[in-house]
């Protein structure tokens, strides 16, 4: 088994910053690709943004220029760091990880629990 934990959510004003961790932890040979996604109350599930072990990124047009992923294989941890945040950022932030076992295994997704984000404007 596999677990994702967050840290670093919290309530900050419009234009400030939030740096978002995730640590695996557990049965990992490897993790492949690993994201950030969003929730906010009454809405679908949103992908913020993704990072691949090689480092290639990809985010939201509604984050980008604002927000940077990034990773450290060794540690199993990506980071999200949130810069000039505003309202319309509100949402629990899940991590997620494609996690292989063993060399062959077939990757598997894990979630965190989520950590909340508040923005007040």
């Known amino acids: 088994q596999v677990q994702l934990v967050e840290s670093g959510g919290g309530l900050v004003q419009a234009g400030g910053s939030l740096r978002l961790s995730c640590a695996a932890s557990?049965?990992?040979?490897?993790?492949?690709?690993m994201d950030w996604y969003r929730q906010a109350p009454g809405k679908q599930r949103e992908l913020v943004a993704t990072?691949?072990?090689?480092?290639?990124?990809d985010y939201a047009d509604s984050v980008k220029g604002r927000f940077t992923i990034s990773r450290d294989n060794a540690k199993n941890t990506v980071a999200l760091q949130m810069n000039s945040l505003k309202p319309e950022d509100s949402a629990v932030y899940l991590c997620?990880?494609?996690?292989?076992?063993?060399?062959?295994?077939?990757?598997?997704?894990?979630w965190g629990q989520g950590t909340q984000v508040t923005v007040s404007s």
């Open positions: 997620n990880a494609e996690v292989r076992a063993g060399r062959f295994s077939p990757r598997i997704d894990y």
């Open positions: 990072i691949t072990r090689g480092g290639s990124t």
């Open positions: 557990g049965n990992i040979f490897s993790i492949d690709v």
